[in-house]
């Protein structure tokens, strides 16, 4: 399938959602490390390069965040009709 968004700029708009969370939350980085267990320094360089483990980016949304709003993610797409034809056979 053809994308104008990289897997990059998906890694940099999660890195900056769990950053705006955190800050919302008034938490710093070492508060959010020790409630997730996830280094400092992972958090620092998540935040700024979009690099971390898929165990330790769901650790930390947890922390900041509903996971089932991640796992919705994973659900089949609702199906729309493509046609008139189709929303008249239905």
């Known amino acids: 399938?053809?994308?104008?968004?990289?897997?990059?700029?998906?890694?940099?708009?999660?890195?900056?959602?769990?950053?705006?969370?955190?800050e919302a939350q008034r938490l710093s980085r070492r508060a959010l490390s020790e409630r997730s267990t996830v280094p400092e320094p992972t958090i620092k360089r998540f935040e700024t390069t979009g690099d971390i483990s898929l165990r330790q980016f769901l650790i930390l949304w947890s922390c900041v965040d509903?996971?089932?709003?991640?796992?919705?993610l994973t659900r089949?797409?609702?199906?729309?009709?493509k046609s008139i034809d189709e929303v008249l056979s239905s």
């Open 1 to 22: 399938m053809l994308s104008l968004i990289s897997p990059a700029d998906v890694q940099q708009r999660l890195a900056k959602a769990l950053r705006e969370r955190r």
């Open 66 to 72: 509903d996971l089932k709003r991640l796992d919705e």
């Open 76 to 81: 089949p797409a609702t199906s729309f009709p």
